[in-house]
């Protein structure tokens, strides 16, 4: 999906870039041919990791194999992982909600620190960072639901994990930028037309 020329990964990309609290940006993806232009498109930029997991439904596991390939990359091991999808192009504007995020997350000692809780910022503003040390204890416990979600078995089990979150500065009741429909791709695109002017 494109908008103003580029990628909504573009957007994404660049946000997670312009962070100032990041060290590493990889994509992970799947195998399967239709994310193939992922692949060849930002491989030569970025570290892609193609998930070869059978089981696409499983992307608690797929974010293992990826950190784990991250890890043999770059010679050591990762304490952190911060998480970003790709349906939240509107970050690039707002790259310091991802720093917040994550100095939250490292000031408090958190297992898991998010920005979706009850005060928290809109769907589209999406992020998420936790320890490399819960993903692998979720990856053992986490029922077949959990590992399609990712962090959804940290968000579950509270008093296994120390969860953080980190509010949005005012209320944003009922508000949704992520883009799951045609119809909310056709929205973000006027709200990116707007602050492009």
Same mark, same amino acid.
């Given at each position: 999906?494109?908008?103003?020329?580029?990628?909504?990964?573009?957007?994404?990309? $660049?946000?997670?870039? @312009?962070?100032?609290?990041?060290? =590493?940006?990889?994509?992970? %993806?799947? &195998?399967?041919?239709?994310?193939?232009?992922?692949?060849?498109? =930002?491989?030569?930029?970025?570290?892609?990791?193609?998930?070869?997991?059978? &089981?696409?439904?499983?992307?608690?596991?797929?974010?293992?194999?990826?950190?784990? /390939?991250?890890?043999? %990359?770059?010679?050591?091991?990762? @304490?952190?992982?911060?998480?970003?999808?790709? &349906?939240?192009?509107?970050?690039?504007?707002?790259?310091?909600?991802?720093?917040?995020?994550?100095?939250?997350? #490292?000031?408090?000692?958190?297992?898991?620190?998010?920005?979706?809780?009850? #005060?928290?910022?809109?769907?589209?503003?999406?992020? $998420?960072?936790?320890?490399? /040390?819960?993903?692998?204890?979720?990856?053992?416990?986490?029922?077949? !639901? !959990?590992?399609?979600?990712?962090?959804?078995?940290?968000? *579950?089990?509270? $008093?296994?994990?120390?969860?953080? !979150?980190?509010?949005?500065?005012?209320?944003? !009741? *009922?508000?949704?930028?992520?883009?799951?429909?045609?119809?909310? #791709?056709?929205?973000?695109?006027?709200?990116? $037309?707007?602050? /492009?002017?």
């Amino acid at each position: 999906m494109r908008i103003n020329g580029k990628e909504l990964l573009d957007y994404v990309l $660049e946000a997670c870039l @312009k962070a100032h609290l990041i060290d =590493f940006v990889g994509i992970i %993806t799947t &195998d399967r041919n239709d994310d193939f232009d992922i692949y060849e498109k =930002f491989c030569s930029k970025i570290f892609v990791y193609r998930c070869p997991e059978p &089981d696409y439904n499983n992307v608690l596991l797929r974010y293992d194999l990826a950190i784990r /390939e991250i890890e043999k %990359t770059i010679g050591k091991k990762l @304490k952190h992982i911060m998480r970003v999808t790709n &349906d939240c192009p509107l970050l690039y504007y707002k790259p310091h909600i991802i720093d917040m995020v994550i100095a939250a997350h #490292l000031k408090d000692n958190n297992d898991f620190t998010h920005n979706r809780g009850l #005060l928290g910022y809109p769907s589209g503003f999406d992020v $998420e960072i936790m320890k490399r /040390e819960a993903i692998k204890k979720a990856l053992k416990a986490a029922t077949q !639901e !959990e590992r399609e979600h990712v962090t959804l078995h940290i968000k *579950n089990n509270p $008093e296994l994990f120390k969860i953080g !979150e980190v509010n949005a500065p005012f209320i944003m !009741e *009922n508000r949704k930028y992520s883009i799951d429909t045609k119809e909310e #791709l056709e929205n973000i695109k006027k709200i990116i $037309e707007l602050l /492009e002017v």
